[in-house]
């Protein structure tokens, strides 16, 4: 059989072209380029094209498969596949602008066959390059974090140190980019703008990020740096700053009161802040729920301050943990394994070291609100196959427990006991009918709050006081007042004034 195309490949070697210039290509790439008569260009939409064409470098470009493929990643293993096809005839040389960031060389080696290279040859960095241009100004002693303009896409910077940003190949992508960034920085951050070196000089200019997205021209040569911005400078802050804030409080020249909180002092106002992050969400407030969120995060923050200072734990530790529980309780995620309800909950069984069912029923914490403990111990009780009803008719089911109750009432069963069974009881209908105890029982006493506050707004239109009314004459309010709301709550005999 005769063999063409990748089974002949042979080696190819990469070139960095550098980020301009052409004093920025080195002697080393210059010799391979003109020993070569197979040299192909990612683009021709370089400037140093002009001095290869005038050094009577012949090459060919790549940019005819650019208006082949609607994104990068198609386009990027497209300029692979063709590369690898022209080497199966002889060894070539492919010149990028940048090789650390030039995405279509991931994909040249993760494809490359067997019996093939690729060589890099060392180049001067658009980082490197641009860094040295830099003005005054914005130059700092911070450490420098690069990424491409797609790369700001898919992950938020950090405001802790300066940061390169390369590649901004059109307006679009700068107005992408600027929205991204001002999730970090405030809309007039000084920015250094790196213009086009394709069209112009390049020569960098001040622009606030704002106006990232209103430049000129645009191509992948067009960049921008942001310096870095003390703490309290910043217009936006993540975990990190975070982290840092509470460490400079409960430092030796920090708040007195924080540095004597431990992980007991705090305990109250974590649990605080959850249920006022769960009055947020019944509100369907979101400027509330943000708020509230930010005291749960806090109330984190500080216990991982506390454990860094004892040696305990940090705030990784606890980001690690629960990271690695996450992709152990989601295979059908994270390991391509498809799950059911039985082995979610044999994951966490083996993941807590759990030996029985009623290990499992004891692990559920006894800090619990009571009637969101007793669903869940219900709910494993249940998944051990143990069931109080029959189940098969809801209504049948509630009227076999009230005839229940009230024979251990004429049986005398102690209060406490028959009130225990009622609510477990009660908790288990709840479940079975889809809806969580804890949020019902809420409901209930917000609508029984409500009634009650317009019973006594109407006694007093009547120039009365609910203290002075007998029992049967609040009940006719309290009758009015529900039966217009539908609230079917008896206000009996039984009812006491005291305090």
């Not at 994909?107 to 241009?133: E, N």
């Not at 506390?306 to 734990?313: P, T, Y």
Request: overall charge negative.
């Amino acid at each position: 059989m005769h063999r063409t195309g990748i089974f002949n490949m042979r080696r190819i070697t990469v070139v960095p072209l550098g980020p301009g210039p052409e004093d920025c290509l080195t002697l080393q790439s210059l010799r391979t380029l003109r020993e070569t008569d197979a040299v192909f260009l990612r683009t021709e939409q370089h400037p140093v094209v002009s001095f290869l064409q005038r050094e009577g470098i012949s090459f060919s470009s790549l940019d005819f498969l650019y208006g082949r493929y609607e994104d990068f990643d198609t386009l990027h293993q497209a300029m692979a596949s063709y590369l690898w096809e022209q080497a199966g005839k002889k060894d070539i040389v492919y010149a990028v602008a940048d090789p650390e960031t030039d995405a279509s060389l991931s994909c040249l080696r993760s494809s490359m066959p067997s019996r093939a290279s690729v060589i890099q040859l060392p180049g001067i960095s658009a980082r490197d390059y641009l860094l040295s241009r830099l003005p005054a100004s914005f130059q700092s002693t911070t450490a420098v974090h690069s990424m491409t303009a797609f790369g700001v896409l898919d992950s938020l910077p950090s405001a802790d140190e300066g940061l390169l940003i390369t590649e901004i190949n059109s307006r679009l992508l700068a107005g992408e980019v600027k929205l991204r960034l001002q999730m970090v920085y405030h809309a007039v951050q000084p920015v250094c703008f790196f213009r086009s070196m394709v069209s112009t000089t390049g020569k960098p200019v001040r622009i606030p990020l704002e106006e990232l997205d209103r430049q000129k021209c645009y191509d992948h040569t067009v960049a921008c740096f942001i310096p870095a911005v003390p703490l309290l400078e910043r217009s936006h802050f993540s975990c990190s700053d975070l982290l840092e804030i509470m460490n400079r409080l409960r430092s030796p020249e920090g708040c007195d009161w924080d540095r004597q909180q431990t992980h007991m002092s705090l305990r109250p106002y974590l649990i605080e802040e959850a249920y006022e992050t769960a009055s947020a969400i019944d509100a369907d407030d979101m400027d509330a729920l943000t708020e509230e969120l930010g005291d749960v995060l806090l109330q984190v923050v500080f216990h991982a301050s506390i454990a860094q200072d004892l040696g305990e734990f940090h705030l990784q530790d606890i980001s690690t943990a629960i990271s690695r529980k996450m992709i152990l309780r989601h295979p059908h995620v994270f390991g391509g394994t498809p799950e059911t309800p039985h082995e979610w909950e044999a994951i966490k069984r083996q993941e807590k070291g759990y030996q029985s069912d009623g290990e499992s029923i004891l692990s559920i914490a006894d800090a619990l609100p009571a009637l969101t403990r007793a669903a869940k111990i219900l709910k494993r009780a249940g998944d051990a196959g143990t069931y109080p009803f029959s189940g098969d008719d809801l209504k049948t089911d509630v009227l076999k427990a009230i005839r229940g109750w009230a024979q251990a009432l004429e049986a005398e069963v102690p209060m406490e006991d028959l009130l225990g069974n009622v609510m477990l009881t009660s908790v288990y209908f709840a479940r079975r009918s889809g809806l969580d105890p804890e949020q019902v029982l809420s409901a209930f006493l917000r609508r029984y709050v409500d009634c009650f506050i317009r019973m006594e707004k109407k006694v007093q239109a009547d120039g009365k006081s609910i203290h002075d009314l007998t029992l049967p004459e609040l009940s006719v309010y309290w009758t009015a007042v529900t039966h217009s709301d539908g609230f079917e709550y008896p206000f009996g005999s039984e009812c006491s004034h005291d305090n």
